[in-house]
């Protein structure tokens, strides 16, 4: 996934703001909380490598976080908080990227006050 894609994708989703910030990273918010941080950086065959972070349930978390390309997220995994960066090949295909992208944005907006939500127009059909 491009810089391109990504900003394109995570615009796509509801009441979301973006900000560039920590070194460089593409960092989206919903509500003010994060819910996505794309960075990247050289990989040894000179390309740029993107490594997208994204919140994730506690079952998925589990699920995810040995899989190869991806790893319990530097800083925020450590301090006990379910996310995951998809870092390296294999990793996830674009698509499922995205669907655990869009479920990141659902988790963190869910965590909003309901008032907060309503203002945002998120979760009116729960």
Known sequence: MTYEQ??????????????????????????????????WDDASSGKPRAAVTFKVSKIAFEMLKEEPGLRPAPYLASRGMSWIQNYDKPGLSDRDLKAYIKESHRIVSLGLSKKKQKELGLNQDS
């Open 6 to 39: 990504y900003n394109k994708f995570c615009g796509s989703l509801p009441a979301t703001t973006h900000v560039v910030q920590w070194g460089g990273s593409h960092v989206w918010k919903v509500g003010g909380k994060v819910f996505a941080i794309g960075g």
